[in-house]
């Protein structure tokens, strides 16, 4: 299970609630080169998809322990 947030928005509550919860929180980027990797729109689409799976991916291995 994911929390998803923005680098906009602040932290401290999705940290919260995935402290309490054992949820994964993934920042997205949610603008053309707020990030270094996300330089473009196809870049940035790209960053927001490998960190979800990522996550999904560390969650799914939680799960096989």
Known sequence: ??????TYFESRTPNK???NTQWV?????????????AQ???SM???NIRAI???L???KEKSND
């Open 1 to 6: 299970k994911l929390i998803l947030k923005e």
């Open 17 to 19: 609630i995935a402290k």
């Open 25 to 37: 929180v993934v920042t997205l980027v949610q603008a053309v080169g707020e990030m270094k990797k």
């Open 40 to 42: 473009d729109y196809i």
């Open 45 to 47: 689409m790209e960053y």
């Open 53 to 55: 799976e990522t996550a």
């Open 57 to 59: 991916a560390s969650e």
